[in-house]
Protein backbone atom coordinates (compact mmCIF):
# COMPACT_ATOMS: atom_id res chain seq x y z
CA UNK A 1 0.00 0.00 0.00
CA UNK A 2 0.98 3.72 -0.63
CA UNK A 3 2.39 5.10 2.09
CA UNK A 4 2.91 8.44 0.86
CA UNK A 5 1.01 10.30 -1.84
CA UNK A 6 1.63 13.15 -3.76
CA UNK A 7 -1.61 13.84 -6.06
CA UNK A 8 0.46 17.43 -7.88
CA UNK A 9 2.70 15.73 -10.75
CA UNK A 10 3.70 19.00 -12.00
CA UNK A 11 2.61 22.82 -10.38
CA UNK A 12 3.58 26.29 -11.71
CA UNK A 13 3.26 29.15 -9.49
CA UNK A 14 4.38 32.85 -10.51
CA UNK A 15 7.23 34.60 -8.99
CA UNK A 16 6.97 36.10 -5.47
CA UNK A 17 3.46 33.93 -4.99
CA UNK A 18 2.93 31.69 -2.11
CA UNK A 19 2.48 27.75 -3.25
CA UNK A 20 1.11 24.44 -1.62
CA UNK A 21 2.69 20.76 -2.46
CA UNK A 22 0.05 18.44 -0.89
CA UNK A 23 1.53 15.19 0.95
CA UNK A 24 -0.96 12.93 2.64
CA UNK A 25 0.35 9.47 4.54
CA UNK A 26 -0.78 6.04 6.10
CA UNK A 27 0.91 4.66 9.17
CA UNK A 28 -0.43 3.21 12.13
CA UNK A 29 2.47 3.55 13.92
CA UNK A 30 2.02 6.56 16.72
CA UNK A 31 6.21 7.37 15.89
CA UNK A 32 7.51 8.97 12.68
CA UNK A 33 8.62 11.70 11.29
CA UNK A 34 8.05 13.45 7.57
CA UNK A 35 10.20 15.40 5.51
CA UNK A 36 10.27 17.21 2.24
CA UNK A 37 13.62 17.51 0.09
CA UNK A 38 13.61 19.65 -2.83
CA UNK A 39 15.99 17.51 -5.57
CA UNK A 40 17.15 20.31 -8.22
CA UNK A 41 18.34 18.54 -11.88
CA UNK A 42 21.80 18.18 -10.29
CA UNK A 43 20.58 15.62 -7.80
CA UNK A 44 21.36 16.46 -4.33
CA UNK A 45 18.57 15.70 -2.02
CA UNK A 46 18.59 18.62 -0.22
CA UNK A 47 16.57 18.39 2.95
CA UNK A 48 13.69 21.48 3.68
CA UNK A 49 11.81 20.87 6.74
CA UNK A 50 11.49 18.12 9.50
CA UNK A 51 8.14 17.26 11.59
CA UNK A 52 7.72 14.90 14.19
CA UNK A 53 4.47 13.41 15.23
CA UNK A 54 4.73 14.19 18.78
CA UNK A 55 5.56 18.10 17.35
CA UNK A 56 2.94 20.31 18.83
CA UNK A 57 3.80 23.11 16.57
CA UNK A 58 4.27 23.06 12.60
CA UNK A 59 7.48 23.53 11.50
CA UNK A 60 8.98 26.28 9.94
CA UNK A 61 11.93 27.24 8.31
CA UNK A 62 12.56 30.03 6.71
CA UNK A 63 9.95 30.66 3.96
CA UNK A 64 9.45 26.92 4.12
CA UNK A 65 6.21 25.81 6.77
CA UNK A 66 4.78 22.35 6.58
CA UNK A 67 0.91 22.46 7.47
CA UNK A 68 0.50 19.36 9.17
CA UNK A 69 -2.95 18.13 10.23
CA UNK A 70 -2.55 15.21 11.94
CA UNK A 71 -6.33 14.01 11.96
CA UNK A 72 -6.11 14.55 8.33
CA UNK A 73 -3.14 12.78 7.98
CA UNK A 74 -1.46 15.64 5.67
CA UNK A 75 1.66 17.55 5.74
CA UNK A 76 1.67 20.20 2.94
CA UNK A 77 4.62 22.33 1.91
CA UNK A 78 4.00 25.66 1.85
CA UNK A 79 6.76 27.98 -0.08
CA UNK A 80 6.20 31.65 0.36
CA UNK A 81 7.50 34.01 -1.75
CA UNK A 82 8.74 31.92 -4.36
CA UNK A 83 11.73 32.32 -6.33
CA UNK A 84 12.99 31.25 -9.74
CA UNK A 85 15.65 28.76 -7.70
CA UNK A 86 12.39 27.18 -6.38
CA UNK A 87 12.33 25.44 -9.36
CA UNK A 88 12.73 22.12 -8.80
CA UNK A 89 11.18 18.38 -7.63
CA UNK A 90 10.44 18.28 -4.30
CA UNK A 91 9.35 15.10 -2.42
CA UNK A 92 7.81 14.32 0.55
CA UNK A 93 8.78 11.58 2.48
CA UNK A 94 8.00 9.60 5.81
CA UNK A 95 9.97 7.77 8.58
CA UNK A 96 8.50 5.68 10.86
CA UNK A 97 9.90 4.79 14.38
CA UNK A 98 8.61 0.92 14.58
CA UNK A 99 10.41 -1.63 16.87
CA UNK A 100 11.62 -3.32 13.76
CA UNK A 101 15.14 -1.95 13.08
CA UNK A 102 14.99 -2.46 9.39
CA UNK A 103 11.55 -0.93 8.77
CA UNK A 104 12.66 2.28 9.78
CA UNK A 105 14.01 3.76 6.02
CA UNK A 106 12.55 6.83 4.41
CA UNK A 107 9.52 6.18 2.66
CA UNK A 108 9.28 8.49 -0.75
CA UNK A 109 6.14 10.07 -2.59
CA UNK A 110 6.15 10.49 -5.93
CA UNK A 111 7.26 14.25 -6.45
CA UNK A 112 5.90 17.37 -7.16
CA UNK A 113 7.95 19.14 -10.10
CA UNK A 114 7.19 23.06 -8.92
CA UNK A 115 7.98 25.59 -11.45
CA UNK A 116 8.15 28.97 -11.13
CA UNK A 117 7.64 31.33 -13.83
CA UNK A 118 8.93 34.84 -14.17
CA UNK B 1 28.58 18.59 11.25
CA UNK B 2 25.30 17.08 9.50
CA UNK B 3 27.37 15.78 6.32
CA UNK B 4 27.04 12.80 4.54
CA UNK B 5 29.62 12.39 2.16
CA UNK B 6 29.18 10.23 -0.93
CA UNK B 7 32.63 9.82 -3.57
CA UNK B 8 32.57 9.96 -6.45
CA UNK B 9 30.07 12.26 -7.71
CA UNK B 10 30.45 10.98 -11.07
CA UNK B 11 31.10 7.40 -12.24
CA UNK B 12 31.33 5.86 -15.99
CA UNK B 13 32.01 1.94 -16.18
CA UNK B 14 31.67 -0.71 -18.79
CA UNK B 15 29.70 -4.11 -17.84
CA UNK B 16 32.73 -5.82 -17.58
CA UNK B 17 33.97 -3.79 -15.01
CA UNK B 18 34.25 -3.74 -11.25
CA UNK B 19 33.66 -0.45 -9.21
CA UNK B 20 32.68 0.90 -5.78
CA UNK B 21 30.90 3.95 -4.23
CA UNK B 22 31.64 5.14 -1.03
CA UNK B 23 29.77 6.93 1.46
CA UNK B 24 31.16 8.39 4.92
CA UNK B 25 29.19 10.01 7.81
CA UNK B 26 30.76 11.39 11.04
CA UNK B 27 27.44 11.81 12.65
CA UNK B 28 27.65 9.14 15.20
CA UNK B 29 24.64 7.50 12.68
CA UNK B 30 24.11 3.98 13.07
CA UNK B 31 21.80 3.12 10.74
CA UNK B 32 22.85 3.42 7.07
CA UNK B 33 21.44 3.05 3.67
CA UNK B 34 21.46 3.02 -0.11
CA UNK B 35 19.14 4.44 -2.50
CA UNK B 36 18.70 4.10 -6.24
CA UNK B 37 17.00 6.84 -8.04
CA UNK B 38 15.86 6.32 -12.12
CA UNK B 39 14.92 9.62 -14.06
CA UNK B 40 11.73 11.85 -12.49
CA UNK B 41 10.97 8.77 -10.13
CA UNK B 42 11.77 8.80 -6.65
CA UNK B 43 14.25 7.30 -4.68
CA UNK B 44 13.91 3.27 -4.11
CA UNK B 45 15.52 1.57 -0.95
CA UNK B 46 18.20 -0.44 -1.88
CA UNK B 47 19.83 -1.95 1.18
CA UNK B 48 19.72 -1.18 5.14
CA UNK B 49 22.44 -1.40 8.22
CA UNK B 50 22.24 -1.03 10.95
CA UNK B 51 24.98 -1.19 13.41
CA UNK B 52 27.29 -2.37 10.68
CA UNK B 53 24.95 -5.51 10.41
CA UNK B 54 22.35 -5.90 7.13
CA UNK B 55 19.41 -5.70 7.93
CA UNK B 56 17.00 -4.64 4.60
CA UNK B 57 18.18 -6.11 1.24
CA UNK B 58 14.89 -5.20 -0.78
CA UNK B 59 15.94 -7.79 -3.60
CA UNK B 60 18.84 -6.17 -5.19
CA UNK B 61 20.68 -8.23 -8.01
CA UNK B 62 23.69 -9.51 -6.54
CA UNK B 63 25.67 -7.70 -8.73
CA UNK B 64 25.44 -4.79 -6.22
CA UNK B 65 26.93 -5.81 -3.25
CA UNK B 66 27.03 -3.80 -0.09
CA UNK B 67 29.49 -3.56 2.67
CA UNK B 68 29.79 -1.67 5.62
CA UNK B 69 32.90 -1.86 7.17
CA UNK B 70 32.17 0.68 10.11
CA UNK B 71 30.02 2.60 11.88
CA UNK B 72 30.88 5.26 9.60
CA UNK B 73 31.69 4.02 5.89
CA UNK B 74 29.05 1.99 3.98
CA UNK B 75 30.31 0.94 0.31
CA UNK B 76 28.47 -0.30 -2.51
CA UNK B 77 30.60 -2.70 -4.68
CA UNK B 78 29.69 -2.92 -8.06
CA UNK B 79 30.54 -5.64 -10.85
CA UNK B 80 29.18 -6.88 -14.26
CA UNK B 81 26.00 -4.23 -14.01
CA UNK B 82 23.60 -4.01 -16.85
CA UNK B 83 22.98 -0.36 -18.93
CA UNK B 84 19.89 -0.64 -16.94
CA UNK B 85 21.48 0.12 -13.99
CA UNK B 86 22.11 3.76 -14.87
CA UNK B 87 21.05 5.86 -12.07
CA UNK B 88 21.42 8.40 -9.29
CA UNK B 89 22.72 6.47 -6.20
CA UNK B 90 22.13 8.17 -2.73
CA UNK B 91 23.55 7.39 0.67
CA UNK B 92 21.46 8.45 3.88
CA UNK B 93 21.94 8.06 7.71
CA UNK B 94 20.06 8.24 10.63
CA UNK B 95 20.05 7.31 14.40
CA UNK B 96 18.54 4.23 15.57
CA UNK B 97 16.25 6.03 18.17
CA UNK B 98 12.87 5.99 17.99
CA UNK B 99 12.97 9.34 19.43
CA UNK B 100 15.18 10.92 16.53
CA UNK B 101 14.02 9.76 13.08
CA UNK B 102 16.04 13.21 11.29
CA UNK B 103 17.96 11.46 8.56
CA UNK B 104 20.03 12.65 6.14
CA UNK B 105 21.61 12.78 2.42
CA UNK B 106 24.96 12.62 0.80
CA UNK B 107 24.50 14.12 -2.58
CA UNK B 108 24.59 11.28 -4.51
CA UNK B 109 26.71 9.53 -7.41
CA UNK B 110 25.59 9.69 -10.66
CA UNK B 111 26.12 6.06 -12.21
CA UNK B 112 26.61 5.18 -16.19
CA UNK B 113 26.68 1.56 -17.28
CA UNK B 114 28.22 1.76 -20.75
Known amino acids: AQKITQTQPGMFVQEKEAVTLDCTYD???????LFWYKQPSSGEMIFLIYQGSYDQQNATEGRYSLNFQKARKSANLVISASQLGDSAMYFC???????????????FGSGTRLQVQP | DTEVTQTPKHLVMGMTNKKSLKCEQHMGHRAMYWYKQKAKKPPELMFV???????INESVPSRFSPECPNSSLLNLHLHALQPEDSALYLC?????????????FGQGTRLTVV
Open chain 1, 27 to 33: TSDPSYG
Open chain 2, 92 to 104: ASSQEDRRDLQAF
Open chain 2, 49 to 55: YSYEKLS
Open chain 1, 93 to 107: AMREGGVDTGRRALT
